[in-house]
């Protein structure tokens, strides 16, 4: 066991925490006896404390990177659940296959994507990609290696997906994939002058495009409330190969000593963003139209020492309009928002996660440089916003909700202890356990 | 397409080095100490698409199964034009200065099984006239040292080893390639705390498979500068490194 500093996206929590090693997907659960508890630690892109256990242990996970079967004509793979997407993409793009469902970053474990029950731009036409997962394995801390799928060990497969890593190491994984032709996106993009119009461009998309998503500029107000561009898009039917060169992308070495992202630099940033040059359509290669933020590495550090928070909430459909328009006003008014306001249409497709964050309604995600109290202030105003339409908070993105926010808007969370397994903890568990 | 019999194939190195070579269509002979862990490669390797992969459970000290070994990944490969020897393990220097078993016992895994898998080895290549062997030795065998010299020494007799099979092997058109990496980042170091200096197992996968095209007979440190670090190391005078910390 050794004693290293681990870090979730949002870099606000630095702290030293055990690492207890799983050698390989064939081992045991680790005992770590010194430890109250441990979880499954993938490649800390979580942006809160979901994937940290501040005080006690973390299993990495990512040495399980291993290849267990691909069935080129079904679609079917099978591997371990520390795998990359990126790595994976690497052996199913030139086979014709694709992940069903992506989240932001190629950086996340198999595992990962699971334990969050990750969503995509698909969201509206597939779902979160629980409903992809045909199988897994699940090592529990009294040693019981158990397969668990839909029809099998059902309560704990759909406590896993979406469980946060506390129900146990899943150690393998089998995920139905999704043909494509080759690596190209045909892209549409559509400026919009406020949150109307967004709504009218969705209704007329989401039959014909696959994937949709809008860049909302957060301080707009008044008639340039939800002001942004509209991004639709599909697998294009050409047949290119994957590029030979990958283009080498920036990379941020180390934080400043204070956040780039400011009022100033946002203000400058959201205007010329809006304005740039007229609609569009092309191709462009996947990695450019799913992973944009991929391309500067450690982009996070932008932020500052003091890092950043992620705000990502659902509203549900009936409140959907108004609650956004509420949440953009106050973030407007605020002045803190971010460059990346997204805004994103969530199907009604259900997931079988329990604690599965997407439903039908609107999802609007900001990132915020901490600055302490005064965004503790902005969130508490969100917070009211989110909680009286009826929705809920992302806990893959959230470093701060407070527990009654949680506990209302996931109301299975009581069903869900039941499955946790009785070594595994979080420091975001504890947090949103806190009073129950 | 290459026909390759990885030795210790269940370390870091040589298993991001296998992978590479698989994803090229290449195919392998894994040999290592653990069933499990070389079965999930095979599968690993055949997905990312090796043309053939092969395995053999067994310890690289029962030098007395060497030679069946050998015979039995030619049968699997059709054949065998590069090996890479990547077994060994991190001593406790430690435990070895307490017990003369641990120490011979050490030397043995990382020193002497090297040499008796090269003499047969090069034996079979030498005839062919062809072919390329690497073989992982280490930075650690430049110069001994307090803090791990019987590892050091293994790795040692391992370059030293290699250097002459080089020159006796090159005029044949038969590569020898030595290896020297510098810290890497593996189960293997999992113990200790990591700094700038650590290199990640693909880093050095991508050496050894660019030396394996480039098929040029020589020492590779990697990362390179490991080359200018161990030759000011060697460059102390021993009136000095024996006062020395290392």
């Not at chain 2, 269940?10 to 290449?26: C, H, K, N, V, W």
């Amino acid at each position: 066991m050794t004693v290293e500093i681990f870090t979730s996206w949002g870099n606000v929590i630095r702290e030293p925490q055990e690492s207890a090693p799983l050698p390989s997907r064939h081992a045991d659960f680790p005992a770590a006896p010194a430890l109250s508890s441990l979880l499954p630690y993938g490649n800390g892109r979580s942006y809160g404390d979901s994937c940290l256990n501040v005080g006690a242990g973390l299993i990495p996970t990512r040495s399980l990177d291993r290849f267990i079967s691909l069935d080129v004509t079904s679609g079917l793979v099978t591997c371990e659940a520390g795998i990359l997407f990126d790595e994976m993409f690497q052996v199913i793009m030139p086979a014709g296959w694709f992940v069903p469902v992506t989240p932001g970053t190629r950086f996340v474990t198999l595992g990962g994507a699971i334990a969050n029950d990750v969503h995509g731009k698909n969201h509206h036409a597939v779902g979160t990609i629980g409903r992809y997962i045909v199988r897994f394995e699940l090592l529990r801390s009294d040693g019981q290696r158990l397969i668990c799928s839909p029809t099998e060990n059902s309560g704990l497969f759909s406590a896993t997906i979406g469980g946060l890593g506390l129900t146990g190491i899943i150690t393998w994984a089998q995920l139905q994939l999704r043909r494509i032709a080759g690596p190209l996106m045909t892209v549409d993009t559509i400026r919009f002058a406020n949150l109307d119009e967004f709504l009218r461009l969705q209704a007329e998309s989401d039959r014909e495009f696959e994937y949709t998503v809008a860049w909302v500029d957060c301080l707009g107000t008044g008639r340039q409330l939800g002001r942004g561009w509209f991004e639709r898009a599909n697998h294009s039917p050409t047949s290119a190969g994957l590029p030979q060169e990958r283009p080498r992308g920036l990379n941020v070495p180390f934080a400043p000593p204070f956040s780039l992202v400011n009022a100033a630099s946002l203000r400058v940033f959201n205007t010329l963003y809006y304005h740039r040059p007229r609609s569009q359509r092309g191709d462009r290669w996947f990695e450019s139209y799913f992973y944009p933020l991929d391309s500067i590495g450690n982009w996070n550090r932008l932020y500052g020492p003091r890092g950043l928070y992620q705000y990502q909430c659902v509203i549900p459909d009936a409140a959907g309009r108004e609650g956004t328009a509420a949440l953009l006003n106050t973030i407007a008014r605020s002045g803190q928002g971010s460059f990346l306001a997204v805004l994103k249409v969530f199907g009604a497709l259900e997931s079988p996660g329990m604690l599965s964050f997407p439903r039908k309604g609107l999802t609007l995600a900001l990132d915020f440089p901490n600055r302490g109290q005064s965004l503790e202030r902005l969130f508490a105003e969100l917070d009211a916003i989110v909680r009286a339409s009826g929705g809920r908070l992302y806990p893959a993105k959230d470093g701060r909700m407070p527990p009654e926010l949680f506990r209302e808007g996931f109301p299975r969370w009581r069903e869900f202890t039941q499955y946790i397994d009785p070594r595994c903890s979080s420091s975001f568990w504890r947090r949103v356990m806190d009073g129950a | 397409m290459k026909k390759i019999l990885v030795m210790g194939a269940g370390s870091a190195i040589a298993e991001s080095t296998a992978r590479l070579f698989a994803q090229r269509g290449d195919s392998l002979f894994l040999v290592g100490r653990k069933a499990d862990v070389l079965e999930s490669m095979c599968a690993d390797l055949r997905v990312r698409g090796a043309k053939a992969v092969g395995m053999q459970v067994m310890d690289a000290n029962d030098f007395g199964a060497h030679e069946a070994m050998l015979n039995g990944a030619e049968t699997a490969l059709g054949g065998l034009d590069t090996v890479l020897i990547a077994h060994g393990t991190l001593s406790d220097q430690q435990a070895c200065q307490a017990s003369v078993e641990q120490t011979l016992h050490e030397l043995n895994t990382n020193g002497v099984s090297v040499v008796a898998l090269l003499t047969r080895i090069a034996a079979r290549f030498e005839q062919r006239r062809t072919g390329t062997i690497v073989v992982i030795s280490s930075v650690a065998g430049d110069r001994g040292r307090q803090s791990n010299y019987v590892y050091g020494s293994a790795k040692a007799l391992v370059t030293a080893f290699t250097s002459g099979l080089r020159q006796r092997l090159y005029p044949l058109g038969v590569a020898v390639i030595t290896i020297k990496p510098g810290f890497v980042d593996t189960p293997m170091t999992a113990a200790f705390p990591k700094g700038a200096l650590w290199a990640k197992p693909q880093q050095i996968a991508n050496g050894i498979v660019s030396a394996v095209d480039r098929g040029s007979a020589t020492v590779l440190y990697l990362p390179s500068f490991w080359r200018l670090i161990m030759f000011i190391i060697r460059s102390i005078p021993e009136a000095v490194f024996r006062k020395l910390k290392l």
